[in-house]
């Protein structure tokens, strides 16, 4: 059965930097078809996508425009698992944040989800 | 880019059906097939029940169909039950600047 399994602090102070961690079971960070994302929800922004990387020959990375200049997302292929970083974060970046798999790469579905991540951004 | 528009809550009996828009625009959901459907039951992971438009992963009960006409995706579930009771977001691919945009969710009620 595949199974994402979450990771990391819930309590995150501003300026620094948010880091989870998601390990996959089941299946492969280096997937030829699927892509390995994270995304976040909030009640003021709902649902967003943050980004994804996946593995074609060699890795590639997508990232949202919103978050593009803080984020980085890698996998570390020696655990299969990936992680997310976010810089400089502020208390607009409190969200669950959910780590999922793209079955297919660039069929833009999520059809596994882990269970997702409260991080609250405060002092 | 905007969240794509669903009604913030609807409501049907057991059995009834009840369908769930999802408004976006030519940028969008209307200029491709890769629109997305998730149920959320508050707590737990969310769920896929439709991608890329109408088709159903296995597992998904066939209560559960959606389509699309223009910029509207469409999803209706059928022989409404207790269990039915979440969350519901629709997704779409928005092209290569955006990526992917999510509705802002619509709440099911099974009264």
């Known amino acids: 059965q595949v199974q994402l399994q979450q990771s990391g602090p819930g309590l995150v102070k501003p300026s620094q930097t948010l880091s989870l961690t998601c390990a996959i079971s089941?299946?492969?960070?280096?997937?030829?078809?699927?892509?390995w994302n994270w995304i976040r929800q909030s009640p003021s922004r709902g649902l967003e996508w943050l980004g994804r990387t996946y593995y074609k020959s060699k890795w590639y990375n997508d990232y949202a425009v919103s978050v593009k200049s803080r984020i980085t997302i890698t996998p570390d292929t020696s655990k299969n698992q990936f992680s997310l970083q976010l810089n400089s974060v502020a208390p607009e970046d409190t969200a669950v944040y959910y780590c999922a798999r793209e079955g297919l790469a660039g069929h833009w579905y999520f059809d596994l989800w882990g269970r997702g991540t409260l991080v609250t951004v405060s002092s | 880019q905007s969240a794509l528009t669903q009604p913030a809550s609807v409501s049907g009996s057991p059995g009834q059906s009840i369908t769930i828009s999802c408004t976006g625009t030519s940028s969008d959901v209307g200029n491709y097939d890769l629109v997305s459907w998730y149920q959320h039951h508050p707590g737990k992971a969310p769920k896929l029940i439709i991608y890329?438009?109408?088709k159903r992963p296995s597992g998904v009960s066939s209560r559960f169909s959606a389509s699309k006409s223009g910029n509207t995706a469409s999803l209706t579930i059928s022989g409404l039950q207790a269990e039915d009771e979440a969350d519901y977001y629709c997704?779409?691919?928005?092209?290569?600047?955006?990526?992917?945009?999510f509705g802002g969710g619509t709440k099911l009620t099974v009264l």
């Open positions: 089941g299946d492969s960070v280096f997937s030829n078809s699927a892509a």
């Open positions: 890329e438009v109408s």
């Open positions: 997704c779409s691919y928005a092209g290569t600047t955006t990526y992917l945009i």
